[in-house]
């Protein structure tokens, strides 16, 4: 003979729900703040460059620094100090 029940949560439902709410606390969290971009010395940005120019194009230290130079793009936009050409 099978017994048919409804599924109840019992009490770990209200602790697991207080736990996922919880996440939502009131914590600070600054969701309009630029993160920090780093000014390089011009001697670094060309030696970083040579030392860029050095590796094959397919590098996957190339292709990471062309992601960086977007996220420095995007962190100083946000800033509102977005310089033409400089990364």
């Known amino acids: 003979m099978r017994?048919?029940?409804?599924?109840?949560?019992?009490?770990?439902?209200?602790?697991?729900?207080?736990?996922l709410?919880?996440?939502?606390?009131?914590?600070?969290?600054d969701h309009g703040?630029?993160?920090p971009v780093?000014?390089?010395p011009a001697a670094v940005q060309k030696r970083a460059a040579e030392e860029?120019?050095?590796m094959p194009e397919d590098s996957a230290v190339a292709g990471m620094?062309?992601?960086y130079h977007v996220l420095r793009r995007q962190?100083?936009?946000c800033e509102g100090t977005e310089l033409?050409?400089?990364?």
């Open 3 to 19: 017994f048919v029940t409804c599924w109840r949560p019992g009490r770990i439902g209200p602790v697991i729900a207080m736990t």
């Open 65 to 67: 620094m062309a992601d």
């Open 33 to 35: 703040a630029c993160p």
């Open 75 to 77: 962190a100083r936009a």
């Open 52 to 54: 860029l120019e050095a």
């Open 84 to 87: 033409g050409g400089r990364g």
């Open 38 to 40: 780093v000014d390089y």
């Open 21 to 29: 709410l919880s996440a939502c606390g009131t914590a600070g969290s």
